[in-house]
């Protein structure tokens, strides 16, 4: 790996949280946590590489003492969570250890193809980055809920699909803390299509009703806090509302791909992103333009005779 294409991992100072939850940044890619309960260490996510798997693993050495276990979740099985399962499972691990996740993941490696195609293009994307990645599943898979109970803290594994059919959050009841992974974001999540969309918009209103004190997030800021779940429910509101009065005034359910669909529903991403949007990844601006296409067919039902 070239020095250029190193992506470090750092601890991201804390900010009023609890002290047994730790924020862990891989770069301006995606943040992961280092959960320390009584009983256990758990890694939730395994980052983008067996390297930053290691210097996430660094992070969490020192808590384990005291007879505590390392555990691993995925909170899903998207590139950056999981690429660096390798370290604990298969055939090359080295710190051999259960990684959990939803058993809906397991549908996702039954197209490897696609994986290993997906794997080669962000390899010629970044030589070097990402040389080294094996694809690795998970190890210990549940149907819908799963608690580890780690004396002082027990962590609820629980569905929060939409983003991804295996995505999980994790809630801490005994400090109300949640980690949303991505089915929240900043400035919003991305709904995999349009029928998932109103799972994903179930699963953020799920979260908000746990009304959790602290909640982070794998893409957003340490300080977004509970509001940003608000925000997002707000945003989906905001696009249902306009795409309905669009429908109205005879907007296509299916506009053109050459179409400013910005401008169709009146809804453009400046006033979505007020303060900070220059400052976001092009992929905010065309994941909202994604969202309106699929809002749009999403309640273009109520407008058919």
């Known amino acids: ?31 992961s946590f280092v959960v320390v309960s009584a009983r256990f260490v758990v890694l939730i996510d395994t ?114 699909p939409g983003h991804q059919p295996d995505h999980v959050a994790v809630f801490m009841r005994e400090i109300r803390t949640l980690l949303a992974g991505d089915a929240a974001e900043f400035p919003f999540p991305f709904p995999e299509s349009a029928a998932t969309l109103p799972l994903l918009r179930d699963s953020i209103a799920r979260m908000a009703a746990l009304d959790p004190t602290t909640v982070l997030y794998c893409h957003a800021p340490v300080t977004s806090g509970p509001a940003l779940l608000r925000d997002n429910i707000a945003y989906f509101d905001t696009l249902e509302q306009r795409c309905r009065a669009a429908l109205t005034r005879g907007v296509p359910a299916a506009p053109g791909a050459d179409v400013d669909v910005e401008e169709l529903i009146g809804y453009p991403f400046a006033a979505v992103v007020a303060e900070g949007g220059s400052a976001l990844p092009d992929m905010y601006r065309a994941g909202h333009q994604a969202a309106i296409r699929m809002m749009l067919e999403c309640v273009s039902g109520d407008h058919r005779d």
């Open 47 to 160: 980052l983008i590489s067996p390297q930053t798997a290691q210097a996430l693993l660094a992070i969490a050495q020192p808590h384990l003492v005291d007879g505590r276990q390392l555990l691993v979740v995925n909170t899903h099985v998207d590139w950056d969570h999981f690429w660096g399962n390798q370290l604990f499972a298969g055939p090359h691990a080295s710190h051999p250890t259960p990684i959990f996740a939803s058993q809906r993941s397991l549908a996702r490696f039954n197209a490897p193809e696609a994986t290993q195609r997906f794997l080669a293009e962000m390899r010629a994307e970044r030589p070097g980055r990402y040389d080294d990645v094996l694809i690795t599943q998970p190890t210990i898979f549940f149907d819908d809920r799963l608690l580890i109970d780690g004396g002082d803290l027990t962590l609820e594994l629980f569905p929060t």
């Open 1 to 31: 790996m070239s020095p250029d294409d190193t992506i470090d991992v750092q601890l991201v100072p804390n900010q009023g949280w609890d002290a047994r939850v730790h924020v862990c940044r891989c770069g301006p890619i995606v943040d």
